[in-house]
Structures are given as structure tokens and as C-alpha cells.
T-cell receptor, first 115, second 112 residues
Framework: SAVISQKPSRDICQRGTSLTIQCQVD?????MFWYRQQPGQSLTLIAT?????????ESGFVIDKFPISRPNLTFSTLTVSNMSPEDSSIYLC????????????FGPGTRLLVL | DAKTTQPNSMESNEEEPVHLPCNHS???????IHWYRQLPSQGPEYVIH???SNVNNRMASLAIAEDRKSSTLILHRATLRDAAVYYC?????????????FGTGTRLKVLA
């Protein structure tokens, strides 16, 4: 298993600013993922973060809006750029390791409110 | 990506078994069936997964239909702490990783 922490746990931001969310895993993992969960909704996959290469984005999500870094096997960041109130959501990261190929472990999420 | 269909909500009495259904008629032969649950203000928590055979663990059992087009998560004795949104997810190896596509989930209410 893997234990995942996220920082910040919550934030309130002004329109037009950017926020970087950090995701730390307690062990080396193969892949990390970023999800968005809008109020009362299910999770939507934003992108897959690969170590040493560009992230792979899902349809409807672009790198300019959600740049992602993955500098090593235990850490990733997601930046929400030029925020608008529509970006108010919970952002979650998860991790997948080839040692447990079928299972992802999730962080607690970052609650973002954009005014 | 294969999709899952679940009832929006279900209710159960405490200490009784709960059967949470999931339909996944477009499942491919290599897709795993996963169940996660999300408690309020938390990230999703792994419950169980399977490929073809029924599976048991300390949290739950997973019954998979012979044609794999549906599955059922079984909580043997529901407690108040089991109140959560339960997600049935399919994942197959795509581009070297197991990508999850979440459905809408079933909100389970447990009555005391």
C-alpha cells in the first residue's frame, strides 16, 4: 500500500491567480494521477503524471490550464492556473505501483474555493 | 473506456447484509473490476477488486457474474461507518498503466 498526503488541504483563492497543489507518496510509485471532483459529483481524471516525461491529459484538460510536474518517483504537483469560480472543486492525487498493478491509492484531496 | 452503471442510492439497516449492484456490459476481457468507497471529506478508499472469480477480503465480498457483465459488492453486516459513496470502476492496462474512469457511484445510507 501507499500513504499519500496533499498540501494544502484547502485554500480560498482570488479569480485570476494560480495555485500549486503538492502530492507526496511515502514510497516510490510507478504512476501518479490527478483528479477533479466538483461539488456533489464523481471524480474526473485530469491527467496521468509520468516521472521524467510530460503528463498525459484527458479530453477537456490542457497543460496550459493544469501544468503538472513529476520530478521523482514520490512527488508530483498540479497547478491550477488563471483560476475562475468554475475551478472550485476538490483536487485529488492518486498513485499506482507496478508492485500492486491493479490498485490505486488516493490522497485526502485539496478543497479549492475560487472567489 | 468501458462504463459502469450503478443505482444512485441505496439504504440498509445496521447489522444487515448489503448488496450493491454494478452493470458493466461493455467490459473487455482484460478489464479488472474495482470497488472503492468515499467517506465524507475523504479520498476514495480501496475496498476490493477482481477479474473473473469471486473475491473475499476482510471488508467485503465481490461476486462477479459468469459473463462478467455485472458484479455485486457484498457488505456482510453493514455498520454506520459503512455509509459512503461506493464506486464500481473498470480498468484495463492502457499505455502501460491502469487508468480509472469513475462512474456516478451509489450513495449508501445505513439506518440505525
Amino acid at each position: 500500500s501507499a500513504v499519500i498526503s496533499q498540501k494544502p488541504s484547502r485554500d480560498i483563492c482570488q479569480r485570476g491567480t494560480s495555485l500549486t497543489i503538492q502530492c507526496q507518496v511515502d514510497s516510490q510509485v510507478t504512476m501518479m494521477f490527478w483528479y477533479r471532483q466538483q461539488p456533489g459529483q464523481s471524480l474526473t481524471l485530469i491527467a496521468t503524471a509520468n516521472q521524467g516525461s510530460e503528463a498525459t491529459y484527458e479530453s477537456g484538460f490542457v497543460i496550459d490550464k493544469f501544468p503538472i510536474s513529476r520530478p521523482n518517483l514520490t512527488f508530483s504537483t498540479l497547478t491550477v492556473s488563471n483560476m475562475s469560480p468554475e475551478d472550485s472543486s476538490i483536487y485529488l492525487c492518486s498513485a499506482w505501483t507496478s508492485g500492486s498493478p491493479e490498485t490505486q491509492y488516493f490522497g485526502p484531496g485539496t478543497r479549492l474555493l475560487v472567489l | 473506456d468501458a462504463k459502469t452503471t450503478q443505482p444512485n442510492s441505496m439504504e440498509s439497516n445496521e447489522e444487515e447484509p448489503v448488496h450493491l449492484p454494478c452493470n458493466h456490459s461493455t467490459i473487455s476481457g482484460t478489464d479488472y473490476i474495482h470497488w472503492y468507497r468515499q467517506l465524507p471529506s475523504q479520498g476514495p478508499e480501496y475496498v476490493i477488486h477482481g477479474l473473473t472469480s469471486n473475491v473475499n477480503n476482510r471488508m467485503a465480498s465481490l461476486a462477479i457474474a459468469e459473463d462478467r457483465k455485472s458484479s455485486t459488492l457484498i457488505l456482510h453486516r453493514a455498520t454506520l461507518r459503512d455509509a459512503a459513496v461506493y464506486y464500481c470502476i473498470l480498468s484495463g492496462l492502457t499505455s502501460g498503466t491502469y487508468k480509472y474512469i469513475f462512474g456516478t457511484g451509489t450513495r449508501l445510507k445505513v439506518l440505525a
